[in-house]
T-cell receptor, first 117, second 113 residues
Framework: DAGVIQSPRHEVTEMGQEVTLRCKPI?????LFWYRQTMMRGLELLIYFNNNVPIDDSGMPEDRFSAKMPNASFSTLKIQPSEPRDSAVYFC???????????????FGEGSRLTVL | AQSVTQPDIHITVSEGASLELRCNYSYGATPYLFWYVQSPGQGLQLLLKYFSGDTLVQGIKGFEAEFKRSQSSFNLRKPSVHWSDAAEYFC???????????FGTGTRLLVSP
């Protein structure tokens, strides 16, 4: 498998612009997570989906952030309008719930580094 | 709510020396505990996990961790560090159903020659 694929790897934009980050989870995985990593706050869970349905979005910082998962192989995280404090590395991760082995391992993408000027 | 504390921000170890990274958690029930490693510019990779059973768990790359309920700790160890182990290490605790992980702030490991 190719692993979790994120795009773009790097994004530089100006304040006020819309940003869309994309993620393709590992095929067959039923959970998808969006994390944000900053020096100040570490790794924060923003939202996660189960079978394409958002389960917990309590980590989404504000209404400027939205996430969708239109099908099992694609998810987007959108920031509109973007602000300099949104600068961070955004990670997508997926996992497979196996009721027999209960591995619960998260597989992470390489991240999208966002810089908002 | 669960939380994880990694008290060491940076640790420097000589190549070939032993390593112990500390992790303390707060969780009311039996925790699911994980250690992940992040190399520069990369995503996180699972080193090992504890769900139940033997409190000493073995992971990849020669790492092991010991769950101590009485101390609410899950410290990561390696008997002999290699230069390629230089990375950032994250401890994480899972809630019921383990789908939602809370990560510590990470410990950056530097390996000196």
């Amino acid at each position: 498998d190719a692993g979790v694929i994120q795009s773009p790897r790097h994004e530089v934009t100006e304040m006020g612009q819309e940003v869309t980050l994309r993620c393709k989870p590992i095929s067959g995985h039923d959970y998808l997570f969006w994390y944000r990593q900053t020096m100040m706050r570490g790794l924060e869970l923003l939202i996660y989906f189960n079978n394409n349905v958002p389960i917990d979005d309590s980590g989404m910082p504000e209404d400027r952030f939205s996430a969708k998962m239109p099908n099992a192989s694609f998810s987007t995280l959108k920031i509109q309008p973007s602000e300099p404090r949104d600068s961070a590395v955004y990670f997508c991760a997926s996992s497979l719930t196996d009721t027999f082995s209960n591995t619960g391992e998260l597989f992470f993408g390489e991240g999208s580094r966002l810089t908002v000027l | 709510a669960q939380s994880v504390t990694q008290p060491d921000i940076h640790i420097t170890v000589s190549e070939g020396a032993s390593l112990e990274l500390r992790c303390n958690y707060s969780y009311g029930a039996t925790p699911y505990l994980f250690w992940y490693v992040q190399s520069p510019g990369q995503g996180l990779q699972l080193l090992l996990k504890y769900f139940s059973g033997d409190t000493l768990v073995q992971g990849i790359k020669g790492f092991e961790a010991e769950f101590k309920r009485s101390q609410s700790s899950f410290n990561l160890r390696k008997p002999s560090v290699h230069w390629s182990d230089a990375a950032e290490y994250f401890c994480a605790v899972g809630s019921t159903g383990f789908q939602k992980l809370v990560f510590g702030t990470g410990t950056r490991l530097l390996v000196s020659p």
